[in-house]
């Protein structure tokens, strides 16, 4: 599978669980608004009447549509090519979809997932063609007039008022696919333990069960290494604390504490072998820090820490709530810095 990006908007859309093997299916969808709710399977579609630039809202400019009306239910088509390998498996990831979405490979359905803010994955494995186009359809539904359902700060009224902010209909982060082995990393837990400079480490995987596998960690800061070890998975879990050694006197280990001011970070690598054979492969980062309260004061690794803390809502006029690149996202980071601010809500 290549690094196929089209506008995304990082070089992998999910920092902390990272592989390399992945395809970015952001950019052009076919797309209509089905307000009346006339189709209930994209086969039953027979005409696209516009193109959207996905990950962007159909309200927002960047999109390429600027539709700011009432629509409570929208479509999205796209073909991508793919081809079926043995012992693989095939992961469509979502970064976001207000509120719910259908999914639909190749006509047959996949699931549905409920939630406007958050990331879900499908298996799409068994609905791919042996090879050439395959087609992802999607059906987000998002009733702008449902007052009780999560919305934040997305407007009922046609146009924003008070503190109210525009709509967000469909697709709002980033769409990509990657392939895994059928067995592979599901997911990761780093837990900071800085009274004994330690870091929590859980490894989780999915797929079937095999006796003799191993996962393998190594974490790294600014290039130097600070552990590595490897484990036997029991029950398709790994839970283990690795410890970062004890120099004496001269402890550079607090210089590995992360704060506002040094936000220092430790690269995490993660691998899953079967004997000798590498199946998974995942980067991912922690922090050495603790926080707490004593009283009325905050505590930022065990020493008081004063918060001078601003909202940002994250709203950007021509692509609302998705950041129109990672470039602006840290911008949006270092102006708040620039002010004299160390924390945001």
């Known amino acids: ?12 859309p999910r920092k902390n669980f990272q592989r390399s093997n992945w395809m970015s299916l952001n950019g052009n969808w076919s797309f209509l608004f089905d307000d009346t709710h006339e189709f209930s399977h994209p086969a039953q579609i027979k005409n696209w009447p516009m193109k ?3 990950p962007f809202v159909p309200e927002c400019k960047a999109s390429g549509i600027g ?3 009432f629509h409570s239910r929208c479509w999205y088509q796209r073909r991508f090519e793919i081809r079926r390998i043995a012992r693989k498996r095939i992961l469509l990831h979502f970064g976001a979809v207000d509120y719910q979405a259908k999914v639909w490979v190749n006509d047959l359905y996949m699931g549905c997932h409920e939630g406007g803010h958050t990331p879900f994955t499908m ?3 068994d609905a791919l063609h042996d090879g050439g186009d395959q087609v992802i359809s999607v059906c987000a539904d998002d009733d702008p007039f449902d007052l009780a359902k999560p919305r934040g700060k997305q407007d009922w009224q046609k146009e924003p008022h008070s503190i109210w902010y525009p709509r967000t209909t469909g697709i709002w982060q980033t769409v990509w696919i990657e392939e895994v082995f059928e067995i592979y ?3 990761i837990r780093l837990t900071p333990l800085i009274e004994r400079w330690e870091v929590g480490v859980e490894v989780f995987l999915a797929g079937p069960r095999v006796d003799g596998l191993q996962v393998r960690i190594r974490m790294e800061c600014d290039g130097k290494l600070l552990a ?8 398709q879990e790994v839970h283990r604390r690795i410890a970062f050694s004890d120099p004496g006197i001269d ?4 210089e590995l504490l992360w704060s506002p001011e040094k936000p220092t970070l430790i690269n995490v690598h993660v691998e899953l072998w079967d004997r000798n054979f590498l199946l998974d492969k995942v980067k991912s980062y922690t922090a050495l820090r603790s926080v707490a309260f004593h009283g009325d004061r905050f505590m930022l690794n065990g020493r008081p820490y004063y918060l001078r ?9 021509d692509t609302f709530m998705t950041p129109p690149s990672s470039e602006a996202l840290k911008k949006d980071i270092e102006l708040v810095k620039a002010a004299g601010f160390n924390g945001v809500r």
Request: hydrophobic share 30%; aromatic share 12%.
């Open 52 to 54: 959207i630039q996905v």
């Open 123 to 125: 298996d799409i494995t």
């Open 1 to 12: 599978m290549s690094h196929r990006n089209e506008n995304t908007l990082d070089p992998y």
């Open 228 to 235: 590595q070890d490897s484990y036997d998975v029991v029950h």
């Open 67 to 69: 539709d700011t009306g």
């Open 309 to 317: 803390m601003v909202l940002d809502q994250g709203y950007w006029p």
């Open 251 to 254: 402890d550079f280990r607090n």
């Open 185 to 187: 990393i599901e997911k």
